[in-house]
């Protein structure tokens, strides 16, 4: 199994535990998150899609990343709303691949390009340990909430609509 990606490092450089998953990716998929939950036998509750939007605050707009379960709407007012914000607003895919490094279908909330803020759903708390993107278009992290929550400085925040 391949680790090479910056998301992977990241972790192992932080000496934090985590288990990889593969998966065959579909790029037809109308909800690549469900797609991976149903492919990997997990609860789409505890796969959480890694989103990217910029929120507008008082000192300008910034980017932030987001974490959800991959069957959840994100709320864009509450999103704002936990970033101190007035508005959000999803980033265009182009934006959040320069910003992030990934490409859309594997964008990792670890080992970002820059350093963004991190907004994490309040039900990531509910789970033993949950997925997220590695890095790769067919690759999952399985990885204890808190551990993940700690390492990316992360806001719990209620984030669904």
Do not use: W
């Amino acid at each position: 199994m391949a680790r090479g990606t910056p998301a992977t490092a990241a972790l192992d450089k932080a000496k934090t535990p985590y288990r990889l998953h593969e998966y065959d990716y579909d790029p037809d998929a109308a909800k690549i998150g469900l797609a991976a939950a149903e492919s990997l036998g997990v609860a789409a509750a505890r796969m959480f899609k890694t989103l990217m939007a910029q929120v507008e605050t008082a000192r300008g707009v910034e980017i932030v990343c987001a974490l959800l379960p991959s069957d959840a709407e994100m709320s864009l007012k509450k999103l704002a709303a936990a970033a101190g914000g007035k508005s959000a607003a999803m980033l265009k895919p182009e934006v959040a691949e320069k910003t992030t490094g990934y490409h859309v279908g594997g964008i990792s909330p670890l080992g970002q390009r820059k350093r963004v803020r991190v907004f994490a759903d309040a039900s990531i708390t509910d789970f033993e340990t949950i997925f997220v993107n590695g890095g790769r278009r067919g690759l999952q992290i399985e990885i204890a909430p808190a551990a993940l929550v700690g390492l990316l400085q992360a806001v719990v925040a209620e984030l669904r609509a």
